[in-house]
């Protein structure tokens, strides 16, 4: 009987080399950046010029959002605890959800289907709106609680042209951005998930590697916001008691 094996394409080791992709570890360590050899990993081929300058800027673009987002709040209060780096930031890493960074990997998922499906975007753009309203479900990749138009996705959106990324799904993603604001009458701008969606759809990335992108992107923030709260305040943070209300029963006996 033929043994079983656990096959992978990604990286071969032998004794004394290390090939990802076929390439040896120590070309790559001499001749590229990180963000070039994350999409050597990702894609299984070197970028061309054009793609590193827009891999690049994808993985800058989410590095840090300050204090406040679910991720950096959880690897704070982790390490606040007591527990340790790796801990902090896997707590960190798994709040990424459909509301925090994972908004990626769902629009991604309907940027795609919905080019595939091919026909008008301004039609597409306006059916996806009407199904998600009757729903009353929020579209993935809009909105935002601070920016009223998105810094990075402005960013991504111009470097985009430039390199000759602007595709399908970059047309798609605005086209849903306009035809949203005109049908609920407020902002809801193109966030900084919806424009990496946008961005490596026509990057030709699966969206199933979409929350893949934010990961990569947010774990050094969340190395820096971990180390901050370890070194600069006291162990166990907690909300002052002016920050919080309780709103429960009042006192109550056992008879
Ligand atoms: C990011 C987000 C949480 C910010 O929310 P917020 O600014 O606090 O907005 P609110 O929760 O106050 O919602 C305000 C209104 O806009 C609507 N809205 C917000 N985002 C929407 C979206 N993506 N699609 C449709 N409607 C949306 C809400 O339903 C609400 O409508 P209502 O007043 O009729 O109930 C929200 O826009 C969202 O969930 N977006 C989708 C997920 C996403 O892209 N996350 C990545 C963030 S970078």
């Known amino acids: 009987m033929e043994k079983e094996t656990w096959k992978t394409s990604i990286t071969q080791i032998k004794k004394g080399e290390i090939r990802v992709r ?5 070309e790559l360590m001499e001749k ?19 793609e ?36 902090s930031v896997a707590g960190g890493v798994l709040t990424i959800g459909d509301s925090h960074g994972g908004a990626i990997e769902q629009c991604a998922r309907i940027f795609q289907e919905m080019v595939k499906k091919g026909g008008k975007l301004s039609r597409s753009a306006a059916e996806l709106i009407n199904d998600y309203s009757s729903r009353k479900k929020r579209i993935p990749g809009y909105g935002h609680r601070l920016h009223e138009t998105d ?3 402005v960013e991504l959106f111009k470097l985009a042209g430039k390199l000759g990324f602007s595709g399908r799904h970059i047309d798609l993603a ?27 759809s026509d990057m030709g990335f699966d969206w199933r590697m979409g929350k893949g992108f934010f990961i990569i992107s947010r774990v050094p923030g969340l ?12 162990p166990m943070r907690r909300l002052g008691n002016t920050d919080f209300e309780y709103d429960g029963p009042g006192p109550k006996g056992i008879n």
């Open 223 to 234: 190395v820096a916001h971990a180390y901050e709260e370890l070194t600069r305040e006291k």
């Open 22 to 26: 076929g390439y040896d570890i120590t």
């Open 52 to 87: 590193s300058k827009m891999m690049e800027a994808i993985l800058v673009s989410s590095i840090d959002h300050g204090a406040t987002p679910p991720s950096s709040l959880a690897a704070r209060t982790v390490i606040s605890g007591g527990n340790p780096l790796n801990a």
């Open 174 to 200: 605005k086209e849903i951005e306009k035809k949203l604001e005109e049908s609920s009458g407020r902002k809801l701008p193109l966030n900084v998930d919806g424009a990496i969606a946008a961005v490596i």
């Open 151 to 153: 810094p990075r996705t």
């Open 32 to 50: 590229l950046t990180f963000s070039q050899v994350v999409f050597l990993i990702l894609k299984g081929e070197l970028p061309n010029p054009k």
